[in-house]
């Protein structure tokens, strides 16, 4: 199984961009999706983009649609989410997972990072 690590989180005005990573390391199966996540205090986990590996093809969350983008590097075994103008209200922790289906429910993820923390500020 995949074991899988966050970083590039961090304190950023409104308005900014962050670059968030997921290093996949151990058994990486090229038929998999791999999905950014975020958890802000007392609310549900909710769905931020998917990549699948081995095709590209890729799926927003409506609240980051035009301003987020999912992408990865397969020799890197790496996925990227790129932010951009970035507001208060995505202030969270962002998890990287991955799955067999083509899903954006957390309950079909199977494998998570530890998560980043992501701070906006108004």
Not at 22 to 27: H, M, Q, V
């Amino acid at each position: 199984q995949a074991q899988l690590k966050e970083s590039g989180g961090g304190l950023v005005q409104a308005g900014g961009s962050l670059r968030l990573s997921c290093a996949a390391s151990g058994r990486i199966f090229s038929s998999r999706v791999m999905a950014w996540f975020r958890q802000a205090p007392g609310k549900e986990r909710e769905f931020v983009a998917l990549i699948r590996w081995n095709t590209g093809r890729t799926h927003y969350g409506d609240s980051v649609k035009g301003r987020f983008t999912i992408s990865k590097v397969s020799a890197e075994h790496t996925v990227y989410l790129q932010m951009n103008t970035l507001r208060p209200k995505d202030t969270a922790v962002y998890y990287c997972s991955s799955a067999t289906l083509w899903s954006w429910h957390p309950s079909e993820y199977d494998t998570w990072g530890q998560g980043t923390q992501v701070t906006v500020s108004s």
